[in-house]
């Protein structure tokens, strides 16, 4: 780890930084406890992250939680398998003996994940192309499913789309296109396997991915935020109406995770990552590995009496944002004694 000053970005960042940063990271730097001295940056594989030292009180455990063979003879259902958070949960549900089917657009991903992943666990990794977004798609994804191995035990809906734009200069297509992904797929997906499902008389694990901001909104990603939203009413009304056949329902909500899918589209440039883990409690980003273990073990049968819950997996990002003093976590010890000294001295209302 080497500690770098904030600032040293390209060209387009560097701008992004001073017109829309400067003061909140200046502020930190100039008079808070989080200067660029304090600010570490990791370099991996080409890529930065950012992390507070605080955050070595946080080390990851990246190790794969559950027992083996805790999935065997179970299928799992992965759609968005291919890259990201999806790769991630597809190789500890393999490690753990299940056999997993991945779907999203890109066949030649898929398939260079599933070949991947199945010669590191020795395990099945079917790699089938569908588009979420269209039913028939969908309907003939799981024909093709139940061909290869039969109905799913666990599906993940995990496929996403998104991208960061003012709402004024999103376009009525711009809107299609996420919540068609995001909302109109994860139903898709749910209703074709949920009806399959009951009639073969089979209960299944039923999981969302969808993110801190489906609770609260957020500007900027405002179709991102309301058909998360719509996934989780749908996941949470489901729980509730179809505990009888056998199903469960739960519902991830992560907070930032290093993705190229996620990253690339909300934070282009970069420039967003640094003031954003100072406001991370445990000060510094989600790991894919940690998501996938949760995935994992909400899914399997240790949790057989978990449905409806909302998980938030976001290392405290999501009450940091809310509390309305939090900020105060910037003022020293010096500057508490004068607020202590200012505030004992006032008299009377
Ligand atoms: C500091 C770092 C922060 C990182 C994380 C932080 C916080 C944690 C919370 C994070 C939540 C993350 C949620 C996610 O969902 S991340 C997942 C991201 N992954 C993906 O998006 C992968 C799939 N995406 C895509 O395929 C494309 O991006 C897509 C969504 C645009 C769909 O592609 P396609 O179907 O090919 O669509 P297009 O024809 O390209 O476009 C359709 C329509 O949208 C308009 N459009 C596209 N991009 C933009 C843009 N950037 N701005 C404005 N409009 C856009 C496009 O023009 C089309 O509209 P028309 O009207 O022109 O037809
Ligand atoms: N990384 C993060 O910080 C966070 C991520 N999330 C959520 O985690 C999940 C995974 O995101 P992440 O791994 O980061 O990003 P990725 O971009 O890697 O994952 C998105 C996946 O969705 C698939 N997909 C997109 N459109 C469709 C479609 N029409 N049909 C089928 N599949 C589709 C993509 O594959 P293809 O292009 O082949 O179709 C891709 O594999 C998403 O639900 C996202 O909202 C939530 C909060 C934070």
Same mark, same amino acid.
């Given at each position: 780890?080497?500690?770098?000053?904030?600032?040293?970005?390209?060209?387009?960042?560097?701008?992004?930084?001073?017109?829309?940063?400067?003061?909140?990271?200046?502020?930190?730097?100039?008079?808070?406890?989080?200067?660029?001295?304090?600010?570490?940056?990791?370099?991996?594989?080409?890529?930065?992250?950012?992390?507070?030292?605080?955050?070595?009180?946080?080390?990851?455990?990246?190790?794969?939680?559950?027992?083996?063979?805790?999935?065997?003879?179970?299928?799992?259902?992965?759609?968005?398998?291919?890259?990201?958070?999806?790769?991630?949960?597809?190789?500890?549900?393999?490690?753990?003996?299940?056999?997993?089917?991945?779907?999203?657009?890109?066949?030649?991903?898929?398939?260079?994940?599933?070949?991947?992943?199945?010669?590191?666990?020795?395990?099945?990794?079917?790699?089938?192309?569908?588009?979420?977004?269209?039913?028939? *798609?969908?309907?003939?994804?799981?024909?093709?499913?139940?061909?290869?191995?039969?109905?799913?035990?666990?599906?993940?809906?995990?496929?996403?789309?998104?991208?960061?734009?003012?709402?004024?200069?999103?376009? *009525?297509?711009?809107?299609?296109?996420?919540?068609?992904?995001?909302?109109?797929?994860?139903?898709?997906?749910?209703?074709?396997?949920?009806?399959?499902?009951?009639?073969?008389?089979?209960?299944?694990?039923?999981?969302?991915?969808?993110?801190?901001?489906?609770?609260?909104?957020?500007?900027?990603?405002?179709?991102?935020?309301? $058909?998360?939203?719509?996934?989780?009413?749908?996941?949470?009304?489901? $729980?509730?109406?179809?505990?009888?056949?056998?199903?469960?329902?739960?519902?991830?909500?992560?907070?930032?995770?290093?993705?190229?899918?996620?990253?690339?589209?909300?934070?282009?440039?970069?420039?967003?990552?640094?003031?954003?883990?100072?406001?991370?409690?445990?000060?510094?980003?989600?790991?894919?590995?940690?998501?996938?273990?949760?995935?994992?073990?909400?899914?399997?049968?240790?949790?057989?009496?978990?449905?409806? $819950?909302?998980?938030?997996?976001?290392?405290?990002?999501?009450?940091?944002?809310?509390?309305?003093?939090?900020?105060?976590?910037?003022?020293?010890?010096?500057?508490?004694?004068?607020?202590?000294?200012?505030?004992?001295?006032?008299?009377?209302?």
């Amino acid at each position: 780890m080497v500690p770098v000053s904030v600032g040293q970005a390209g060209n387009v960042s560097g701008l992004l930084l001073s017109l829309i940063l400067s003061e909140q990271v200046q502020n930190r730097t100039d008079s808070v406890d989080f200067g660029p001295s304090q600010l570490w940056c990791h370099r991996f594989a080409g890529l930065r992250s950012y992390a507070t030292p605080h955050s070595q009180f946080f080390a990851p455990s990246e190790g794969i939680m559950l027992p083996a063979g805790s999935y065997n003879n179970k299928v799992a259902f992965i759609t968005g398998g291919g890259t990201g958070l999806g790769r991630a949960m597809t190789g500890v549900l393999s490690q753990l003996g299940a056999q997993c089917v991945i779907a999203s657009r890109k066949l030649e991903v898929l398939q260079q994940t599933a070949t991947e992943i199945s010669s590191q666990t020795g395990n099945k990794v079917h790699a089938v192309q569908c588009d979420v977004r269209d039913p028939q *798609a969908v309907s003939r994804c799981v024909d093709q499913m139940v061909e290869l191995t039969g109905l799913p035990d666990v599906i993940i809906n995990n496929a996403a789309g998104n991208f960061i734009c003012p709402s004024e200069r999103l376009s *009525a297509n711009g809107w299609k296109s996420i919540t068609d992904i995001v909302l109109n797929g994860t139903a898709f997906v749910t209703l074709e396997l949920g009806k399959r499902l009951i009639q073969n008389q089979k209960g299944a694990s039923f999981l969302a991915i969808t993110t801190i901001y489906a609770e609260s909104g957020s500007g900027f990603v405002v179709p991102s935020a309301s $058909a998360k939203a719509g996934v989780e009413a749908l996941y949470k009304s489901l $729980a509730a109406e179809w505990g009888r056949y056998g199903h469960r329902f739960n519902i991830i909500q992560p907070g930032p995770i290093r993705t190229k899918g996620a990253f690339s589209r909300l934070d282009p440039t970069g420039t967003f990552e640094k003031s954003m883990i100072g406001r991370i409690p445990t000060g510094r980003l989600g790991k894919p590995a940690e998501l996938a273990n949760l995935a994992a073990y909400l899914s399997s049968d240790y949790a057989s009496w978990m449905s409806g $819950a909302v998980i938030r997996f976001d290392g405290g990002e999501y009450v940091s944002m809310a509390g309305e003093f939090n900020e105060l976590r910037k003022v020293t010890d010096d500057q508490w004694k004068m607020l202590e000294t200012m505030i004992r001295s006032t008299k009377g209302s």
